[in-house]
């Protein structure tokens, strides 16, 4: 099937983006220039950007992508969530990786490591998302921690990085059935925490809804830039807005319903989060993990 080549594709050049971008995470390394190497290194290969790279620290679970003032270093002993995704055509893959800056591999990382793992074992045509998050539970909870409850792994679908169906990281009980040819990210979060995540206020990942009338000029100019240039998919304030008057107008586009806002989520506690990602093609006997 010529659109799960086309996955296929978006996922070599995952694998290689994300390998290389394991280099900068050291400390002193700013968020910006992992952002922009992950981003920049995505068109060079020859792939489009599914999402601003999520580059996610400590109890930020997802959704943080660093503005264009953004003067953040890593520091030792910081959990940095790198979540990546790019598509060939509309056909996307999708990825993640946590590491400790200066530190080996902890048992919180590999909680979430092996929670990947342990689902891809299993995750054949006919099986329940329930029984995938039933063993993404217990393997997290074998090591002491609990799964982010209210954070799901999604479909993939042409143009669209969260389509049906979710794949929950607890047992939820559903009862969604998969079937050979589905396109889906697994991505178990585990935390120290209370296991669950909550919206920060800041927001810095959006998506375009729909066209509105609007007052202002520059927020009507803006609209019709974004509409433009990222009708479908997910954009970043900094791709957009290089100075405080930008930023102001996307929050007039949110307040009017123009723009869909991503905020930043957080471990309801403040503990820290481990996050780790494939996508996977569903065969006739299992899956393929194509990133």
Known sequence: MEHLEKNRQAGEILKRVREESKDLIREGTSLLDIAQFIEGKIIE?????????????????????????????????????????CHIDGYIADTAYTLKVGEPDDELIKASQDALAAA??????????????????????QYGFLPIENLTGHGLAPYSIHAPPSIPNIDDGSKVI?????????EPFATTGVGRVIDDERVFIFNFLTQRPLRLNSAKKLMYHIQNTYPELPFAERWVAKDK????????????????????????????????????????????VFT
């Open 45 to 85: 290969y020859g792939a489009q950007i599914a999402f601003p790279v999520n580059i996610s620290l400590n109890d930020i679970a997802a959704h943080y992508s660093p503005p264009a003032t953004d003067e953040t270093l890593l520091e030792k002993e910081d959990y940095i969530k790198v979540d990546l995704g």
């Open 120 to 141: 891809i074992s299993m995750i054949k045509p006919g099986v329940k998302t329930g029984e995938i998050g039933k063993v993404i539970e217990a393997t997290i909870t």
């Open 178 to 186: 998969l079937e050979e040819g589905d396109t889906i990210a697994i």
């Open 245 to 288: 008057k930008a930023e102001f107008m996307l929050r007039i586009l949110i307040k009017n319903g123009v723009l869909f806002p991503y905020h930043i989520l957080k471990e309801k506690s403040g503990a820290p989060v481990s996050q780790a990602e494939h996508s996977v093609i569903l065969t006739e006997g299992g899956c393929e």
